[in-house]
């Protein structure tokens, strides 16, 4: 497993390579991009995902070198049925910036079909968002304030197949609640800071190559405290570690390779996760309606909707933690 990071440090040499490779539990990583050679084709991607017991929200900001796409899934828990959509704009001449996290900075993207705002706020974010035409006839609407309270997170950074010009830096915080409503069609969900989970889910990379990539989350109370689980295949060179960990009471606990077990080709079946010596012994099992799994398919993202069976044992903890019926989803996209 890669070493732990615990003061701050550039991403990037004077020559514009990697410095170093590693994880932290805070974001340590200085983002001092005019130090690399490839700026203009730095790509980007802010994934957020809000739920409650009756719906789940996955929100996707992608601003790639060529490609600027915004990704939306609504799956509702009470009633069953997924509605996604999703708008993309070749950007071969505009270059788009999304804020980094820090209080004022703002982005507003406009189209026939869509008005997104995304700006910071002094502890979290705001999301603003229309469309109109979203899934065909359900115009879509969503207005969001999330909080972010005082968590570990993970933060990663590792070059691709050491070639240390190539970089993946990954940012997941769970540590978010969300105050807001949902609107898709006739239907509105009312969302409140004491019911209501977000995460954050940010990439920065430049690769040589398009990868194929999964991931497995879970955000829900368990035993009175917040759990959040981060199991995906790695985007990178995994000498350098990987992104598996879940998160327990605002504390991070990483997690060493994890096996995964599950149909090609076919989502709507289970799929299995274990690692190191009964560690992690999980299965995912899609929601169902009408014998078809929920998922919604946006482009080259896929997001199926479920929840987890099994346990996760932790060597400071007497009891493993049980996730039997734990709400989850599963994340598959080209990128």
């Not at 992690?280 to 199926?304: C, E, H, L, N, W």
Request: aromatic share 14%; net charge positive.
């Amino acid at each position: 497993m890669q070493r732990e990071i615990c003061s701050p440090c550039n991403i990037f040499e004077e020559n514009g390579k990697v410095m170093q490779a590693g994880w932290a539990r805070t974001p340590v990583f200085i983002r001092n991009e005019e130090q690399s050679k490839s700026l203009s084709r730095h790509c980007e991607r802010e994934v957020f995902f809000v739920n409650n017991s009756e719906v789940s929200l996955y929100l996707a900001v992608e601003n790639y070198a060529r490609e600027f796409a915004i990704k939306i899934a609504v799956a509702d828990l009470l009633h069953g049925g997924v509605i996604s959509d999703y708008v993309r704009k070749k950007t071969h001449f505009t270059r788009y910036t999304l804020p980094n996290g820090e209080t004022g900075g703002r982005f507003d993207y406009e189209d026939k079909d869509i008005r997104f705002i995304l700006s910071d706020t002094v502890n979290g974010r705001l999301l603003q968002c229309a469309f109109s035409g979203f899934g065909g006839s359900h115009p879509f609407a969503c207005k969001l304030t999330l909080r972010a309270d005082a968590t570990e997170s993970l933060n990663e950074i590792a070059p691709f197949e050491r070639n240390r010009k190539y970089f993946y830096f990954k940012q997941y915080d769970p540590g978010y609640t969300a105050l807001g409503t949902i609107k898709v069609g006739s239907r509105e969900y009312s969302l409140n800071e004491n019911t209501t989970r977000a995460y954050l889910d940010k990439t920065h990379f430049f690769k040589p190559r398009e990868h194929n990539y999964q991931r497995l989350s879970a955000d829900c109370t368990l035993g009175g405290k917040r759990f959040s689980l981060n199991l995906a295949s790695r985007v990178g060179d995994n000498r350098y570690g990987n992104e598996n960990c879940f998160f327990y009471g605002g504390k991070l606990e990483k997690l060493s390779q994890i096996s995964i077990k599950g149909t090609q080709n076919r989502i709507d079946r289970p799929y299995y996760f274990r690692g190191g010596v009964t560690a992690v012994d999980i299965m995912f099992k899609p929601f169902t309606v009408q014998g078809k799994a929920m998922r919604a398919d946006m482009g080259s993202t896929t997001v199926v909707f479920g929840r987890l069976y099994g346990r996760i044992n932790r060597v400071d903890y007497d009891k493993p933690l049980e996730l039997d019926n734990a709400q989850a989803h599963m994340i598959f996209s080209e990128f």
